[in-house]
């Protein structure tokens, strides 16, 4: 079994679920998709059903393809979908792979989803895959995401200038962070006590 197949796992931690998406989360995700805050530093945008749809696609189909593992999270406390988040260029020879296309609907921002969810995803990538590398990106301008790559003990890398195209025309320069498999067991006892406080 490959890298692909071990990431496509069911996590889950008592307080969110994360699954690899399939065809019946269409209409769960389109709820809380529709939302033009999410998009603002996205490469790709949702702004009506057509965009949607064609957003939608795109995740089976990368995922179809083991381009990306993408996962629906549950909020289990309300059993509603929160959002998505991926595994994505996974390199099972260099032991590295990025954790984002990362999205909350509006009623589960601030709640601490995100934290158990990227804790889930980190500990499967560390003490499951055996990473040794897992790796984030981020439009420059969201502070917001900045900020709690940071506060999870990510370290900054850098920024790589017109790294890809926006969908107003405009070019995404990209801030890069990181956690090493030496840095994971300090970042797993801060993300527990987050998520414990949270």
Same mark, same amino acid.
């Given at each position: 079994?490959?890298?692909? $197949?071990?990431?496509?796992?069911?996590? !889950?931690?008592?307080?969110?679920?994360?699954?690899?998406?399939? $065809?019946?989360?269409?209409?769960?995700?389109?709820?809380?998709?529709?939302?033009?805050?999410?998009?603002?530093?996205?490469?790709?945008?949702?702004?009506? *059903?057509?965009?949607?749809?064609?957003?939608? !696609?795109?995740?089976?189909?990368?995922?179809?393809?083991?381009?990306?593992? %993408?996962?629906?999270?549950?909020?289990?406390?309300?059993?509603?979908?929160?959002?998505?988040?991926?595994?994505?260029?996974?390199? *099972?020879? !260099?032991?590295?792979?990025?954790?984002?296309?990362?999205?909350?609907?509006?009623?589960?921002?601030?709640?601490?989803?995100?934290?158990?969810?990227?804790?889930?995803?980190?500990?499967?990538?560390?003490?499951?895959?055996?990473?040794?590398?897992?790796?984030?990106?981020?439009?420059?301008?969201?502070?917001?995401?900045?900020?709690?790559?940071?506060?999870?003990?990510?370290? *900054?890398?850098?920024?790589?200038?017109?790294?890809?195209?926006?969908?107003?025309?405009?070019?995404?320069?990209?801030?890069?962070?990181?956690?090493?498999?030496? *840095?994971?067991?300090? %970042?797993? !006892?801060?993300?527990?006590?987050?998520?414990?406080?949270?």
């Amino acid at each position: 079994m490959n890298w692909t $197949e071990r990431a496509a796992a069911v996590l !889950d931690n008592g307080t969110v679920r994360l699954r690899p998406v399939t $065809e019946a989360d269409r209409e769960p995700i389109r709820s809380v998709a529709m939302d033009p805050a999410i998009w603002r530093y996205f490469v790709s945008l949702v702004s009506d *059903e057509a965009s949607y749809q064609t957003f939608f !696609d795109t995740m089976l189909a990368d995922q179809a393809a083991g381009r990306r593992v %993408v996962f629906h999270i549950t909020d289990l406390s309300t059993g509603r979908t929160a959002g998505s988040m991926s595994y994505g260029n996974l390199s *099972e020879p !260099d032991r590295r792979l990025e954790i984002g296309w990362s999205w909350l609907g509006r009623d589960f921002r601030g709640t601490g989803v995100n934290r158990h969810a990227k804790l889930l995803l980190l500990q499967h990538a560390f003490e499951q895959l055996g990473a040794e590398r897992v790796e984030f990106k981020t439009d420059r301008r969201n502070e917001q995401a900045r900020r709690a790559l940071r506060n999870i003990g990510a370290t *900054e890398e850098g920024i790589l200038r017109s790294f890809n195209p926006m969908p107003d025309g405009t070019r995404r320069d990209a801030a890069y962070y990181s956690i090493l498999r030496g *840095e994971w067991p300090s %970042v797993r !006892d801060r993300l527990t006590a987050t998520a414990d406080a949270g």
